[in-house]
């Protein structure tokens, strides 16, 4: 039987049948493992003498050994030589738990002393084994226990020369591009080293530290100050625990690069609440403080029709209030007119309306209106954002998109209680693409005077425990 073929079953026996490890002690690992693969040449493998240090282990950081069970890490973590020894690998996973709390992590060692970079593709033949191959098959085995974060690079020694080190950094593009593509991980940092500048030729160093600049996610550890074993090749056992601290300094750097730019890039909610009806002030302010989210109320002083109806909207000390808790006050007119149907001398006293009340209740200026019944055009659009307004909302049911769309006819979804309505509502959220922005447009909650527009509370409840979930960003519209 061929060698990778014994391999292959080996890994896929042990896998299928749980059994326990040949080599050292099997470790229950339940819990997610934060992975690291470990590839390259002999100083990713490690050939630093083992001494006393080498004695202290953690349960918090393991191994996939040979046969593909998880161990409790120990040099030497590689097995492709008898001589392995120390290498970067631990005191990489020592220090990526130092500040971490809770994690636990998971190393794959799959790096061939000696290995040139052309024996790291699919299909390539290295000896007995294929370097490239077997690290994807071991990579996914380990996946089966946790998310793979990120790749170690160590290698270059055997490519170091005049002709070799023309041709390495596509190859190493290369690479990165198949490793990432074949772990169905775009994005996966890539972390490579330099290797040793006790090295006699100086190829490869040069190559390497133009990589962060060509592609994304990945960065360069540095070599300087390390020092050799004696043979001009190795590092000794204090310089690969420095340089897997440096690697660990490295990808610590680039995993918080990555989350803050996932985050700023999140979806974005604004949660709007028309009319200034009072179950704003007694039912969705607590709701809202709740689920810590912001809001914008759009107040106006709605024309009351039958005596009593006043009861139903707030006082201006309450809207004061709203203010007071941190929520924003916006614009929604004096008196809910159709703002299309008046002059632009009568649309100006409208919108003023608003502004002079926060002046006197000491509510700041608001910077975001909303058009009475959503209706709107160039001229109300001109007039609002000539008033000092930096967003005034419409309807539309669509997502707003800054970049492409008007700040002062920004599009927003109606919420009422109605199957059709929620549908479409969880839908839009669920819908909704990073960097973009959903608006939600409320009335009364639930609405005494106007049914048809009532949102009940278990709905405004659903709703936010939805957003909440999907971890959007909700912010007032005066934040966006
Ligand atoms: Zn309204």
Request: net charge neutral; proline share 4%.
């Amino acid at each position: 039987m061929n060698i990778k073929l014994r391999i292959v079953l080996e890994l896929m026996i042990c896998l299928l049948l749980n059994i326990g490890t040949f080599y050292g002690q099997k470790v229950n690992s339940n819990n997610t493992l934060d992975l690291y693969l470990l590839i390259g040449q002999s100083n990713m493998a490690g050939r630093g003498v083992i001494d006393d240090e080498s004695q202290h282990t953690s349960e918090n950081i393991l191994t996939l050994d040979k046969t593909g069970n998880w161990v409790v890490a120990k040099d030497p973590l590689h097995f492709d030589k008898p001589y392995a020894g120390v290498g970067p690998g631990l005191s990489f996973a020592q220090a990526m738990l130092e500040d971490q709390g809770k994690i636990k992590i998971g190393l794959i060692p799959c790096a061939w002393g000696g290995s040139p970079i052309k024996v790291w593709s699919s299909g390539a033949k290295y000896f007995e084994n294929f370097p490239y191959d077997e690290a994807i098959a071991r990579a996914k085995i380990a996946m089966q226990k946790g998310q793979l974060k990120g790749i170690l690079w160590h290698q270059g020694e055997s490519d170091n020369d005049a002709s070799r080190s023309v041709v390495y950094f596509e190859k190493l593009k290369e690479l990165i591009a198949n490793f990432r593509k074949d772990l169905n991980a775009p994005n996966l940092p890539f972390i490579a080293g330099e290797i040793g500048r006790f090295n006699q030729a100086d190829y490869i160093n040069k190559i390497v530290n133009t990589l962060p600049t060509e592609v994304e996610n990945t960065a360069v550890v540095s070599s300087e100050g390390l020092v050799d074993k004696g043979d001009q090749l190795h590092f000794d056992s204090a310089s690969a625990r420095e340089l897997g601290k440096r690697y660990a300094e490295a990808m610590k750097k680039i995993l918080k690069e990555a989350s803050s730019a996932t985050s700023k890039k999140r979806p974005k909610i604004v949660l709007t609440f028309d009319d200034a009806e009072i179950t704003h002030y007694r039912n969705v302010a607590p709701l809202l403080k709740k689920y810590g989210f912001n809001a914008t109320f759009f107040v106006c002083e709605f024309p009351i029709k039958k005596s009593g109806q006043e009861n139903e909207y707030m006082t201006w000390k309450q809207i004061k209030e709203l203010h007071q808790q941190g929520f924003e006050i916006g614009n929604h007119t004096g008196h809910h007119k159709n703002l299309t149907k008046l002059s632009p001398d009568d649309m100006k006293k409208e919108i003023a309306y608003i502004d002079e009340k926060c002046q006197a209740f000491g509510i700041p200026k608001p910077v975001s209106l909303a058009y009475p019944g959503n209706r709107n055009d160039s001229i109300s659009q001109r007039i609002v954002k000539e008033m000092g307004y930096k967003y005034a909302r419409a309807g539309g049911a669509k997502n707003y998109n800054p970049k492409t769309d008007n700040p002062f006819a920004i599009p927003s979804f109606t919420v009422i209680d109605s199957e059709k309505y929620k549908a479409r509502t969880l839908n839009g959220l669920k819908n909704i693409q990073n960097d973009e922005i959903l608006v939600l447009t409320f009335h009364g909650v639930p609405d005494v005077l106007d049914p048809d527009y009532s949102t009940s509370i278990e709905l405004l409840d659903e709703i936010f425990a939805f957003i909440k979930e999907k971890k959007y960003k909700v912010v007032a519209m005066r934040d966006l």
